[in-house]
């Protein structure tokens, strides 16, 4: 199976064909050779296959929120060739089992790479290590231990969980959100939050957590990832941590860098969310940080929810919005039209560096000859009011519904095998067939 | 078509002073008169009479206002209506005689209401109806005692009645509606 | 007026016109036949997901007099944890019919999520939403004022230059918000009294000035001290030591009542703790509006549910200017769309 790219622009400006042969990128520059595929790219950024190091894809055990399944497809149509999936299942995450089960399952579909992450305490209650190295040694090789949801707010557990996870090359990434200064919140405390009359959700209580983990990592000689980080304060931090050398990275999602806590104003449960929507100061800083390195990458945080978690009163609301289908337009919209990232950054954080941090391999050159062929054609000239139509996952909790975004993905490639073409997913028989050819071929010629 | 003047000042005075005396005939005299004006221009136009009865028999005439909102029948098929006050005599109304005074007397559904509130604050003796002007078109069986102006007129035509206390100037025209 | 949702979204006219509403409500009650027929054939629904027999039976009475059917609805107690049953209930009560909601619940902002649903097409009166808004308190609170300081006179009159003083749990208080959105719509000015921990982050954005001296405030000469109930769970929080040191820095004592002006107004949601927030003698004096807050209450929601009740259902989602302020537009209305109405310029 050989796909023909031409014409495609790469992050840097320059123009090239791309020739995929035996899921790895085989040629650039101006191709001639006649391809099984040919996909017309002019007009098209090629960009390596994104990574999220932050996808919640519900399954085992909350199927109809999302599955491996429909989190893949979601994420194909997003231009994603790999997420990692978040612990919070049921059960969690926080055994080999699991893991090698989720693994499977995104095998089996063949959307993208799914890489579990597995809990850093059993059952995310923060009392008690998970067998982190079976889950390390399994099949599913986990790199990333996070009882996202959950903060490790224990700061003796905290410290082991950083030393212990180290042993095995892993890294915690952590929910930061001191539980008691956040017990009930609903939003982001501020002048907003008191006139709504909903519990206030500080920004120190992120920011402090921050601080004591980054003091903990270098004490302890540890590598430590921060999710969803969403204050000008933590940015503060983060930068302060990274200025004495200490080994930690930093997220921000797209919709701390999009969204603001005016949003709330109506109390549309649409824009709950954890950790929730921050004031414009707030989205301001991220936006410098993710521009100057303090913020290593974006992740999605994509969090499906059913209709009716959604529905209702505010406080009943479950948080969480999903963003995968929406992610890049948002990046897009966020910081590259402001000229704070220019492609080249983009294909940094969304891509090469969270494959880094979760230590996935076949993303350290992007698009290069010999690289395993995962990327996606994005058109950055069009331009479209996001609706439920465009969403590929099981949640249509998106912020985005009824808004224009920039951008669409036009066709994705994963491992050499189309997920998305003409803006539209492959069908799921398709992918796993080929999926499963692909593999066959790989092992052959191997 | 151009607004077309039926009363003028002079003529307003003249048909309430002929109405004062009519009161005053058809009651023999201005015991236990009590006159109630329906908001607005109602009321306006009793505090008038009651100021004529006075001077006509010498003896003071207590005058009120009567809103009638609360009791209409159409509240939901119009923007909302905001209620004036009700000022009932300090003498009450039950017993006397109530002149019920309006400034223009059509479908007979306003008086219908101001029958209802009356019926809801006391129970007076007699209730009449005197009325600027009367133009047609009844639909109830409710008759004015007391008419300044019968004024024949089409469903399309509007009536305006502008009093110097809240117009600033003082005439009663008749106009083809804005369609 | 479509919805009553919060008090923020009133105009200074709006209100007065409120008010004014409530002053004609009021004389009813003085009648004989304390009823009037305005909402016959309406429905009004009081759906309380919070025990609140008081505002509860106000709402009821007010309904009552104005001929409205009134089904109470008590959602407290059943499973009413997770949205969806707020959806259930409002599509409930939309196949009964209701014509208003007439809603209390536990979280801040469920009136707006109903009024906006498109589940039910009712009007929707906001009767206290968590720590949000309690509109109707704050406008009998602003009534009472306006009555005690303008007597008959008040009709058409605001609250411009009176000094209001808010004493106690802010953080907490639905009460206290409403009041400060309208007594400074309304032209009063508003000072704030709490310690640090009950007043919400943020408060140096609203319109109002904030103290945590009681008697340095109280020296002022307020025209009103509005107390607000403590709740004794908070002192498990954190928010204050204990009754006794509350009660002692913040609460109206007998001595601190005793140095008000005698024609200083002293004013209290209910129910009252006597002895903690307020003094037994200063919550039954004479300068105590405490009772009639409460028969304001009635007369503030008779107006509230004829406005929103009477007239053409608009769209206007918060709007309460009756549409015919202008007496020329409103003629003009009138005549072109029911002969009966036509010269009732009002």
Redesign the interface.
Known sequence: MTILVTGATLADGSSTDILVRDGVIAELGRITQRADRVIDASGLIALPGLVDLHTHLREPGSEQSETVLSGSRAAAIGGFTAVFAMANTSPVADTAGVVEQVMSLGDAAGYVTVRPIGAVTVGLEGKQLSEIGAMAHSRAKVRVFSDDGQCVSDALLMRRALEYVSTFGGVIAQHAQEPRLTEGA?MN????????????W?AVAEEAIIARDVLLAQHVGARLHICHLSTAGAVDVVRWAKARGIDVTAEVTPHHLLLTEQLVS??D?RFKVNPPLRRDEDVQAVRAGLADGTIDIVATDHAPHPV??????????ANGMVGLESALSVVHAAVVDSGQLDWNDVARVFSRTPAAIGRLAGYEHGIAVGSPASFTLYDPAASRVFDTTMLRGKGINSPYLSTTLPGRVIATVHRGVATVLDGELIAAETVAAETVAAAAAGAHRG | MPARTVLQQADITRALTRISHEILESNRGPDDLVILGIPTRGVLLATRIGAMLADISGTPVPTGSLDVTMYRDDLGRNPTRVPSPTQVPGGGIDGKTVVLVDDVLYSGRTIRAALDALGDIGRPGIVRLATLIDRGHRELPIRPDFVGKNLPSAQHERINVHLNEIDGDEFVTIEEAVA | MRHLLSTRDLTRDEAVAIMDVAEDMADVADREVRKLPALRNKTVVNLFFEDSTRTRISFEAAAKRLSADVINFSAKGSSVSKGESLKDTAQTLAAIGADAVVIRHGSSGAPRVLAGSGWIDAAVINAGDGTHEHPTQALLDAFTIRRRLHGSAARGRDLDGVRVVIVGDILHSRVARSNVWLLTTLGATVELVAPATLLPIGIENWPVTVSYDLDTTLAGGPDVVMMLRIQSERMHAAFFPTAREYSREWGLTDERFSGLRADSMVMHPGPMNRGLEISARAADSAQSTVLDQVANGVSIRMAVLYLALSGEQDNTATGTAPAHAHAESARTAAAQSEPSAHTEGR
């Open positions: 609903q405390e501020g002048t907003l939050s008191g006139e709504l009359g909903l519990a206030g500080p109506g109390y449960s009716e978690a959604k529905e209702g009163e505010w406080e009943a609301a």
